[in-house]
């Protein structure tokens, strides 16, 4: 879902507002986190009216959700590659091309250092940000399944935890660094097939 898709009647919106109230809210998400994100604060970043504002969206809640799934919205399982290897390859491709112009790796770090204290943040962040990751990964785990790459009584819960988790750490403790991320999905994957090939 791209923000503004949805609208009622009347005057067109303007792509221009919407992209600046994303812009001006990302910014202000990756420097002050949530806590420090106010309407007014993007609004005075965007230079949009306070009306134009909250015509979009009505609350603080509702335009971090906007965003989050804007910037996330082509976040979905490959085409089928032919293999387990070249599936996750292209999920994770798709994840790392993308992270630079929406700052995900400073983004995520940030957003978890608030997410287990703020319980409207973790929603958003599960529904937005988590979730469809999870869902791309289910889908390419359960293709290898009906391959036979992978055993049919495959965790897949597990997997995209083991799978993912890495990942999320290493961009933890290397401050949102891609460079060191980008060359870890295929060993990964390697380190844990052991455990998935059917026996």
């Given at each position: 879902m791209s923000v503004g898709a949805a609208r009622t009647p009347g005057r067109p919106r303007s792509a221009e507002a919407d992209l600046a109230i994303v812009r001006a809210a990302l910014e202000l998400l990756v420097t002050e986190g949530y806590r420090g994100l106010t309407m007014e604060k993007v609004r005075e970043r965007s230079g949009v009216g306070k009306a134009t504002l909250y015509r979009r969206h009505g609350s603080k809640e509702q335009l971090v959700r906007a965003v989050v799934e804007h910037l996330h919205q082509d976040l979905s399982a490959p085409e089928d590659t032919g293999s387990l290897a070249g599936?996750?390859?292209?999920?994770?491709?798709?994840a790392l091309d993308n992270a630079p112009s929406t700052r995900?790796?400073?983004?995520?770090?940030?957003?978890?250092?608030?997410?287990?204290?703020?319980?409207?943040?973790?929603?958003?962040?599960?529904?937005?940000?988590?979730?469809?990751?999870?869902?791309?990964?289910?889908?390419?785990?359960?293709?290898?399944?009906?391959?036979?790459?992978?055993?049919?009584?495959?965790?897949?819960?597990?997997?995209?935890?083991?799978?993912?988790?890495?990942?999320?750490?290493?961009?933890?403790?290397?401050?949102?660094?891609?460079?060191?991320?980008?060359?870890?999905?295929?060993?990964?994957?390697?380190?844990?097939?052991?455990?998935?090939?059917?026996?």
């Amino acid at each position: 879902m791209s923000v503004g898709a949805a609208r009622t009647p009347g005057r067109p919106r303007s792509a221009e507002a919407d992209l600046a109230i994303v812009r001006a809210a990302l910014e202000l998400l990756v420097t002050e986190g949530y806590r420090g994100l106010t309407m007014e604060k993007v609004r005075e970043r965007s230079g949009v009216g306070k009306a134009t504002l909250y015509r979009r969206h009505g609350s603080k809640e509702q335009l971090v959700r906007a965003v989050v799934e804007h910037l996330h919205q082509d976040l979905s399982a490959p085409e089928d590659t032919g293999s387990l290897a070249g599936d996750f390859e292209a999920v994770a491709r798709a994840a790392l091309d993308n992270a630079p112009s929406t700052r995900f790796g400073t983004l995520m770090p940030r957003l978890l250092a608030e997410v287990a204290h703020i319980p409207e943040l973790q929603e958003i962040f599960y529904d937005a940000l988590v979730q469809p990751r999870r869902d791309a990964l289910e889908a390419i785990l359960r293709r290898a399944i009906e391959r036979g790459e992978i055993r049919a009584d495959t965790d897949v819960e597990l997997t995209i935890d083991v799978l993912a988790g890495p990942m999320i750490y290493k961009l933890i403790i290397t401050g949102g660094d891609l460079e060191q991320v980008a060359t870890m999905p295929a060993r990964v994957l390697e380190l844990v097939m052991d455990g998935l090939r059917p026996r």
